[in-house]
């Protein structure tokens, strides 16, 4: 058995081996890629298939994605490239569809000026081919599922915890129903998947709190711990705002257990006061030099100058832009942080150069 | 007028002409978009879909028809893929697409010299160094005659015919070519650097050489086989042909420049535009000679803004032909075969040695003196024309 095993693996490199051949300078891929985009396994990409209104800024994007798409676990997000202007963009957004589903559903909201967010949730017509990073993130349930869940969420912060709810409504009903879930947002309008939360909670016994911030004003840790008595002994997955996510981080960490807190940034935080002096960028791989300014991300100067860098989130999350550092020093441009240790590993989209700087891209 | 120099401008004058045509390029760059992007897209998908269908036709290659319509269609394949696509890819034309399978750090040619390679000798040596004797790498002034100025061998004598070889065996010229043979010879190549570059030319000449005459031979069958591997020869051959006529065809014909290599000592960016439009020629024709030609048809256009998309040079040229005119700067074009022709009559006449060149150099340079007189007065009307005496030194480009 295994060595029929072994000779159909050879005999499928061999065949593998011939089809490349046949195909040179191209890999087979590539015209299978061209034939149609979502066949191609070295850029994955996915066609629109609907697009659903969710509110006034938020739309969900239903894709169909090719055969072999790299299964993804419920809280996580995958990278979205879209071409606008002829031009490649990449985003992350969570995935808002059950790992089980055959459809790929990515739920995107418009930031106010962002180009790309804005095009992705209201001028994406269905049959748009997108491509797609592989699916990434730390913001998932353990197993066994918590007993006491707590999910606390404001925005679009709601996306990753509506992936895991779904899936687990669908699986195990049983772990929601002594779950609570606390979301913001501005009024009833706005909050996105709502009446599906309000039918989920109806259906499971999952307690949910709707905190409508134009009235309510903003939800703060002390009026959380009142909404949620039992908060303390709960495990607790949170999105949202920047600022919301701080304050659950000194709440929890002065006053309960700062290892049940996880917590899921969408924005990368405010940049750090030493945005780094700037300075000549070597890419040692692209052999491509060019000078990156004050606070300028080492990656946004490589691609002004034409260098092709791998990049995923833009905005420190998903490592898919790390290089090595060559020689030289960079600063983290969240936190002031300088790394200058060669060979170390660093995150092009929010690292600046610290003088000369060179990077095995 | 128009002349083959710039020796009737002032130096304010040619950086007048050098901004002007930084703006050009501005322009077209903050304009690039989704119309480009299409373009691109669709010659990949016509080239694909040409080379599928002739290697469709090419399994039946023993009946003639179907030898006759694959061959053709895997000529055109051939050429479209290394002009249109390759040539201009590895320019990075289309690297702000930020595409990672169309981009000049990606992309691989269906051609016997591997890409990096190509990027070095090409887009660097023959871009920086165009038309100035002993410095430009382009394989054309290594081995052939083509300028008076030129030191004359008896090897010479036979270009006419050498010429004619390497025209039907040009992408293994070209390979060949690039592992420096003669770098080698005068040490300035390690030895170590030249078994890499030989290395990594049998790596993709064996990948070569077996797809189009092993591989698909094999599919059309045993009686099949010969034809098949038949229809590679003549399609790579026409290939061949074609890119050597077109590529002569933008630095060789009459009208077009060299220059000394002092020329390259301070020269500015406006010098470098001048050098590099009047050291090309292009070729006029429609939009099927274009594409066919990866619009080197439009090789001044590409010589002076090698990196912009290839489908804007057409679009360009009107603007480039009215500033060359403005400062009565030398813009030749014409049609293929009379261009070509003046190539072939090049390299028979030089051939020959200098002695009896001596009287028809005179003359010649009797002629531009006359012209450049006539320019200088016919150019006096340009904007900036100060006085002589307050020439500026001219700046040293970067680099």
Known sequence: MAKWRELGGRAAARARGVANLLTTPLLPDDLLGTLNPVWSTSEPAARVVAVRRETADTSTLVLRTGPRRAPHRAGQFVGVGTQLAGVWHWRTYSVTSRPDERLLAVTVTAIPGGTVSGALAHGTPVGTVLRLGPPAGEFVLPEPVPEKLLFVTAGSGVTPVMGMVRHLAATRPDALAGAVAVHCDRTEADVVFGAELRALAAATGMRLVERHTAVDGRLTPDALAYLVPDWAARQVWACGPGGLLDDLGDWWGRHGDADALHVERFVAPRPAEDAGTGGRVRFTASDIETDAAAGQPLMLAGEAAGALLPNGCRMGICHTCVGRLRSGAVTDLRTGERHDTPGEPVRTCVSGAAGDVEIEL | ?399
């Open chain 2, 1 to 399: 007028m128009a002349t083959l120099t710039a020796d009737h401008l002032t130096d304010e004058q040619i950086e007048a002409l050098g901004a002007e045509l930084d703006a050009l390029r501005a322009e077209v760059v903050a304009s690039r978009g989704e119309r480009d992007a299409r373009y691109i897209h669709k010659v990949i998908r016509t080239q694909r879909a040409l080379e599928m269908s002739a290697r469709g036709l090419l399994l039946f290659a023993k009946f003639p028809p179907a030898w006759i319509a694959g061959t053709a269609a895997l000529s055109a394949a051939k050429i479209l893929e290394n002009m249109e696509l390759g040539h201009n890819i590895m320019h990075g034309q289309w690297d702000w697409m930020r595409d990672p399978k169309i981009h000049s750090t990606t992309w691989e040619w269906d051609h016997a010299c591997a890409s990096e390679g190509w990027k070095k000798s090409h887009n660097f040596e023959h871009h920086t160094y165009t038309n100035v004797l002993n410095k430009d790498r382009d394989l054309g002034y290594s081995i052939m005659r083509i300028s008076a100025d030129q030191e004359w061998h008896p090897a010479h004598l036979a270009q006419p015919v050498y010429n004619q070889l390497l025209a039907a065996f040009f992408e293994w010229g070209v390979a060949f070519y690039d592992l420096e043979f003669d770098l080698v010879a005068d040490g300035t190549k390690s030895k170590e650097a030249f078994k890499a570059d030989a290395m990594r030319l049998w790596r993709k000449a064996r990948r070569q050489l077996t797809k189009d005459f092993v591989l698909y031979p094999a599919l059309s069958g045993p009686r099949g086989f010969l034809a098949s591997a038949a229809a590679s020869l003549v399609a790579n051959t026409v290939r061949n042909f074609w890119a050597h006529a077109v590529i002569f065809c933008g630095h060789f014909p009459e009208g077009v420049a060299v220059f000394p290599e002092d020329q390259l000592d301070g020269e500015t960016r406006g010098q470098w535009y001048v050098r590099q439009m009047l050291g090309s020629a292009n070729l006029s024709g429609g939009p099927l000679l274009h594409v066919m030609t990866g619009n080197l048809s439009h090789q001044i256009e590409h010589h002076i803004f090698p990196d912009l998309p290839s489908n804007r040079y057409a679009e360009i040229a009107p603007r480039v032909r009215e500033i060359c005119e403005r400062y009565g700067l030398r813009y030749t074009t014409g049609p293929l075969r009379k261009q070509y022709a003046t190539v072939l009559r090049k390299i028979n006449r030089y051939a020959l040695p200098r002695r009896a060149e001596r009287a028809a150099l005179l003359a010649r340079e009797a002629a531009q003196a006359a012209e450049a007189a006539e320019a200088t007065r016919a150019v006096q009307q340009l904007p900036v024309r100060p006085a002589e005496a307050a020439r500026p030194q001219p700046v040293r480009l970067a680099g």
